[in-house]
């Protein structure tokens, strides 16, 4: 599967944005999703999943109650809604997938779990 993420750009604290991830190649419910952000000289940080088939959420403590994945199967396209956004939530983000693993649960904030991944979007929040 192919991911692209789309939907970055230049907001002002307390903005609210909407992310993109589109799939080609495959279905992308076939897949767990997620997301993650990294800034310069820093690792990629998790920032929330949703899982193939049941849909189950998953977050960065930090982050729950602001940032929501979803999913539009339809559009083969998976969402990481941004509410209240701060400063420092200025990142580029990335979205990534991985097929059936039975060990998602405990491993979907981690990098190496996800197979495919796209090439990211740039956020830059302002204060």
């Known amino acids: 599967v192919q991911l692209q993420a789309s939907g970055g750009g230049l907001v002002q604290a307390g903005d609210s944005l909407r992310l993109s991830c589109v799939a080609s190649?495959?279905?992308?419910?076939?897949?767990?999703v997620g997301w993650f952000r990294q800034t310069k000289g820093k690792e990629r940080e998790f920032v929330a999943a949703?899982?193939?088939?049941?849909?189950?959420?998953y977050y960065s403590g930090s982050m729950w109650g602001r940032f929501t994945p979803s999913r539009d199967n339809a559009k083969n396209t998976v969402y990481l809604r941004m509410n209240s956004l701060k400063p420092e939530d200025t990142a580029v983000y990335y979205c990534?997938?991985?097929?059936?693993?039975?060990?998602?649960?405990?491993?979907?904030?981690?990098?190496?779990?996800?197979?495919?991944w796209g090439q990211g979007t740039l956020v830059t929040v302002s204060s």
């Open positions: 190649g495959r279905t992308v419910s076939r897949y767990s």
């Open positions: 949703i899982g193939r088939d049941s849909g189950d959420l």
């Open positions: 990534a997938a991985v097929g059936f693993k039975s060990n998602y649960d405990t491993n979907y904030d981690k990098v190496a779990t996800y197979e495919y």
